[in-house]
């Protein structure tokens, strides 16, 4: 392979690892809040019990998110030094911004929500859970709008000439609200929301199987499942507003999304379905014009095909695009579908009575992280050949000093590390599932230190 192929399979799997986590840290972080604001509402200590469980659960993901974020700052000056200086003051302020106002926020309140139990009110807990969970939602905003500047590029100018060419902010304001960064960060934070709570449905769909910890679980489960209720059908709207935003500004992305070919045509929705590039044909189950309504209300208004646009500006590979596209669709769908029959059978009073469904929902948690995955698939592969939409090809982004043996070592190192990594996550996850929401009111703590100092100090009671 060329080191254009190398670098960007390395980045792609450096940065799909690690999206395995901010997404399960922002989902978790909600049904936190959720669980202590129940707490301290009703003052029902198994919400307690949840949400001390669950912040063991999150201290993993966050851990391993920061951990593995990381290398990829260092991947951007050691393979992408052309990339770097281009949006080097575009993404210096974006992620300035993200250290002041997100990660200060969520690290200050870290210590208290870790190791707070016990030692601070309440209240004052809960106001650290609150301020962790926007600190995770804050830092969220700042990198989907540096991603989302890449997309469609606003607030800036071009400075210097060849290799010394680069962006530079003039509005601030217009770099931070370009046109697809609002729809594009509700669209990641809602999919992380779902995540999330998806683990959490899971986890306890899991217990309830087992007979453990059912009443509490009973509890978790349904507040979980109101969650992706809700924000599943909301994640259908962001979606469509984001298609949108597509169609406007990046219309060869969404000609590859649906495999739309001619421009002089209505464009068909496609259910699934097979793209053949070379004799432009999908071969699959469709509504014709379906894609025209989708975006114009009317099902015979044509829409731009990929043969209306210059061949060296489109995507390269369309079939993957329109598949990583079509499942994401697919999964949404089914979250949306699976959470209201769920709601129903509670309201119903039947919802713990089929094992089957509960399997369901078991299973169902790699779906949520699929999805997320597929969809910055379709979104990253369908801005090809471009890094920078229009500007910067990525073709010219690459560090050609580094050679394609230091990038395929890396990418196997990479590979090794992350995988003990993820064994490594495996495993605590696994100890804290099978050790679970255990009971740590007042009495019981106190009566877990009191059998401590008499195992250190028997006398100490006399003393």
């Not at 202590?36 to 200590?45: C, D, I, P, Q, V």
């Amino acid at each position: 392979m060329d080191l254009e192929i190398l670098s960007r399979i390395q980045f792609a799997f450096t940065i799909s690892f690690h999206y395995i986590y901010p997404p399960l840290s922002i989902g978790l972080g909600l049904m936190m809040v959720l669980m202590e604001g129940n707490y301290l509402r009703t003052g029902n200590k198994q919400y307690e019990q949840l949400a001390r469980f669950w912040t063991k659960i999150f201290a993993i993901t966050f851990g391993l998110g920061v951990a593995t974020g990381i290398v990829m700052e260092f991947e951007f000056g050691t393979n992408w030094a052309a990339y770097s200086r281009f949006v080097g003051d575009i993404f210096g302020s974006a992620l300035a911004a993200e250290g002041i106002f997100a990660f200060a926020l969520e690290s200050g309140f870290l210590g208290v929500l870790l190791f707070g139990w016990n030692r601070v009110k309440p209240v004052v807990h809960f106001i650290s859970t609150l301020g962790v969970w926007l600190g995770s939602m804050f830092s969220a905003v700042w990198i989907v709008i540096a991603n989302s500047w890449q997309q469609t590029p606003a607030g800036y100018h071009l400075v210097g000439e060849g290799m010394q060419l680069r962006a530079e902010v003039t509005d601030f304001w217009a770099m931070v609200f370009n046109p697809s960064s609002v729809d594009r960060i509700l669209h990641v934070w809602i999919g992380a929301l779902i995540a999330g709570a998806f683990l959490v449905m899971s986890v306890h769909a899991w217990y309830l199987l087992k007979g453990k910890f059912v009443d509490i679980s009973k509890k978790a489960f349904v507040m979980a499942l109101s969650v992706v209720a809700v924000v599943s059908v909301l994640q259908l709207l962001t979606g469509h507003s984001s298609a949108n935003g597509v169609a406007k500004h990046q219309p060869a992305k969404l000609a590859a999304f649906e495999g739309h070919f001619d421009g002089n045509t209505p464009a068909d929705l496609y259910l699934f379905g097979w793209v053949n590039k070379e004799n432009q044909q999908v071969y699959g189950p469709y509504v014709p014009g379906g894609l025209s309504f989708l975006l114009h209300n009317n099902f015979d208004t044509s829409v731009p095909g990929l043969n209306d646009m210059k061949q060296d500006e489109i995507p390269t590979q369309v079939n993957a695009i329109f598949q990583f596209y079509h499942f994401m669709v697919a999964f949404g769908l089914y979250f949306i579908a699976l959470s209201l029959f769920g709601l129903y059978l509670w309201w119903r009073g039947k919802l713990f009575d089929y094992r089957w469904l509960l399997w369901v929902f078991v299973f169902s948690v790699i779906l949520p992280q699929l999805a997320n995955q597929f969809g910055w698939f379709a979104a990253e592969m369908g801005r090809q050949p471009w890094v920078v939409y229009g500007l910067l090809r990525t073709s010219e982004a690459f560090s050609a000093t580094v050679s394609a043996q230091q990038v395929l070592f890396s990418l196997i190192m990479f590979a090794l590390i992350y995988a003990l990594l993820f064994v490594l996550f495996l495993y605590l996850l696994d100890k804290k599932i099978k050790a679970g929401p255990a009971d740590m009111s007042n009495t019981q703590l106190w009566n877990r230190h009191e059998k401590l100092f008499d195992a250190i100090e028997p006398d100490h009671h006399t003393k």
